[in-house]
């Protein structure tokens, strides 16, 4: 396809549950991003990629959340032992190469009960 | 700490009349800021950049205002149409393009 692709785009996870969230940037960006959106709020920076080098996790909320994008493409969100705090929508995004304009995804919605 | 603020939770103006939005920051390290426009169970749609360097950019009905002074920014629709409301989310970025802060956003609805 020609955007960002999310899958799954909901997902019920119990709480201690470890999910993973998949994105398919689109083709050629360099430049992947993971983005936290709690109800009521604006995206929150999780992480940033550049092809496969994690740069910037300054925004992952605890060490049980962990990124990768091994081969400069595809990335996963992977969050360990969920907590009912990590109910949120999240939305992947990707840009060219050095352009502050980000394309997003659809979303992931995690609800954890 | 929030460095990107949009006060106005919502706005309602009538089809045909202007919207516009307002967003102001913090930090003076911002250089680049954008809009997005994001529809219900979608992700945020870019809509409108502007960059330091400018104090308005213009792209059909879409115009956006920078007053780096007051470090605040606009955005203005005209005319408004009822396919424009949406949640509208202010953005800023470093110039790095390393990462993007977002507002709380503005639910605008467009009525007729």
């Known amino acids: 396809g020609a955007g960002v692709s999310q899958s799954p785009r909901y997902k019920v996870a119990k709480r201690g549950q470890d999910v993973a969230l998949r994105c398919d940037p689109i083709s050629g960006h360099v430049s992947l991003f993971w983005y936290q959106q709690a109800l009521g709020q604006g995206p929150e920076f999780l992480t940033y990629f550049q092809n496969e080098a994690q740069l910037d996790k300054s925004g992952l909320p605890s060490d049980r959340f962990f990124a990768e994008r091994p081969e400069g493409s595809v990335s996963t969100l992977k969050i360990q032992r969920t907590q009912q705090e990590d109910s949120a929508v999240y939305l992947c995004?990707?840009?060219?190469?050095?352009?502050?304009?980000?394309?997003f995804g659809q979303g992931t919605r995690l609800t954890v009960v | 700490d929030q460095q990107v603020k949009q006060n106005s939770p919502s706005l309602s103006v009538q089809e045909g009349r202007i919207s516009i939005l307002n967003c102001d920051y913090t930090?003076?390290?911002?250089?680049?800021f954008l809009w997005y426009k994001k529809y219900p169970a979608e992700g945020p749609t870019f809509l409108i950049s502007i960059s330091s360097i400018k104090d308005k950019n213009e792209d059909g009905r879409f115009t956006v205002f920078l007053n780096k002074s007051a470090k605040h920014l606009s955005l203005h629709i005209v005319p408004s149409q009822p396919g424009d409301s949406a949640v509208y989310f202010c953005?800023?970025?470093?110039?790095?393009?390393?990462?993007?802060?977002f507002g709380t956003g503005t639910r605008l609805q467009v009525t007729l």
């Open positions: 930090n003076s390290m911002f250089d680049y």
């Open positions: 953005a800023a970025d470093t110039g790095t393009a390393s990462k993007l802060t």
């Open positions: 995004a990707s840009s060219p190469p050095t352009s502050g304009m980000a394309f």
